[in-house]
């Protein structure tokens, strides 16, 4: 057990419908890290926050977007779903700015339908 | 453009064997490089790491030598075994930065 939490598990949506996927860090982690992977591909990153501020943003779409909150939970927002939004979304925590050792959620399973 | 290959997709290996997964970057930025495993239905799991500044970490059965001049870094796991079959995902960064460049990752089946 990685200490860091995802809901839900698995999430079925229409297309152009919205969700929100929910991650809690390990205790004591200032940063959150959002990642996609998709069918047989690496796991690509999306976004980064570190105490509430975005540090850092990879390949992003603009239909999603993140925050992070005081209490250092984090959400991420996709809207507009299409089928390819389907993937495996997993956040990762680290206790510094720094990537270096990141431990990961068990997921988020996303289909779009 | 994918900085971090793994051109391995799968890799089959008795038990008891040495297993070695392998990885090649392109972005001579990296200076830092990482190992996950990761099972099914779960997120994947820190196993070692390695710095720049070194060429060989070895962590109990699992040992990471790095080739800068070659961009290429392996991973060898003696003697494998049945847990050890998995995914296994290389990742780069630099010190610094802020994340993690993943390759696409090699399953790993240990044959009993």
């Known amino acids: 057990d990685s200490g860091v939490t995802q809901t839900p598990k698995h999430l079925i949506t229409a297309t152009g419908q919205r969700v929100t996927l929910r991650c809690s860090p390990r205790?004591?982690?200032?940063?959150v890290y959002w990642y996609q992977q998709s069918l047989d591909q690496g796991l690509q990153f999306l976004i980064q926050?570190?105490?509430?501020?975005?540090?850092a943003k990879g390949n992003i779409l603009e239909r999603f977007s993140a925050q992070q909150f005081p209490d250092l939970h984090s959400e991420l927002n996709l809207s507009s779903l299409e089928l390819g939004d389907s993937a495996l979304y997993f956040c990762?925590?680290?206790?510094?700015?720094?990537?270096?050792?990141?431990?990961f959620g068990p997921g988020t399973r996303l289909t779009v339908t | 453009d994918q900085q971090v290959k793994q051109n391995s997709p799968s890799l089959s290996v008795q038990e008891g064997r040495i297993s070695i997964l392998n990885c090649d970057y392109t972005n001579s930025m990296f200076d830092y490089f990482l190992w996950y495993k990761k099972y099914p239905a779960e997120g994947p799991t820190f196993l070692i790491s390695?710095?720049?500044?070194?060429d060989k970490n070895e962590d109990g059965r699992f040992t990471v030598f790095l080739n800068k001049s070659a961009k290429h870094l392996s991973l060898h796991i003696v003697p494998s075994q049945p847990g050890d079959s998995a995914v296994y995902f290389c990742?780069?960064?630099?010190?610094?930065?802020?994340?993690?460049?993943f390759g696409t990752g090699t399953r790993l089946t240990i044959i009993p």
């Open positions: 990742a780069a960064t630099n010190f610094g930065n802020e994340k993690l460049t």
């Open positions: 990762a925590s680290s206790g510094g700015t720094a990537a270096y050792e990141q431990y």
């Open positions: 926050y570190y105490n509430g501020e975005e540090r």
């Open positions: 390695i710095s720049s500044i070194k």
């Open positions: 205790s004591g982690d200032l940063s």
